[in-house]
């Protein structure tokens, strides 16, 4: 019965995030989150930039509000743009009711660094080959009930290639 009524209250507290805020969903539910990487990891490689790994979900309200900053920083935005391949990568905790996507999703989070045990969302920063270079927590990087620019700014120039 907790159960119940916990997953009623989390489900009633993301609709109504996305109602009062507006933010879109950005996380693709459908792909597969290992061949999303494979690409943007061949990509950032042809092009010689890094990639960093947005890992959450859309039923994470602090994922969404970071997609959001980031797209709403018309000079971050671009920064980012510059010298990332940047990718919403899709997780959802708890045990999957397929059992290829719980597989799938353990794969994709040893091959991240198992960066779960941080929350949500974590950045996963991967250099060359798609080797992980950094995690990093994001909680470090908000300001009241959104995010602080110039923490991100620094996160980025830190990172980039």
Not at 29 to 37: F, G, R
């Amino acid at each position: 019965m907790k159960q119940v009524v916990l997953l009623f209250a989390l489900t009633f507290f993301c609709l109504s995030f996305h109602a009062q805020t507006g933010v879109r969903k950005v996380y693709d539910e459908t792909l597969n989150p290992l061949h999303q990487i494979d690409q943007a990891v061949a990509k950032a490689d042809s092009v010689g930039k890094r990639v960093v790994c947005q890992v959450g979900g859309n039923w994470c309200p602090w994922c969404l509000r970071l997609a959001d900053f980031l797209e709403r920083d018309e000079a971050l935005r671009q920064f980012v743009l510059d010298n990332f391949i940047y990718i919403h990568v899709n997780y959802r905790p708890g045990a999957p009711s397929d059992a290829a996507k719980a597989a799938q999703d353990s794969t994709m989070l040893a091959r991240l660094g198992d960066p779960t045990h941080f929350g949500y969302p974590v950045l996963v920063v991967l250099g060359e080959q798609g080797r992980v270079l950094h995690i990093q927590e994001t909680g470090c990087l908000e300001k009241e009930k959104s995010y602080d620019r110039d923490k991100l700014l620094q996160f980025f120039r830190r990172w980039k290639k």
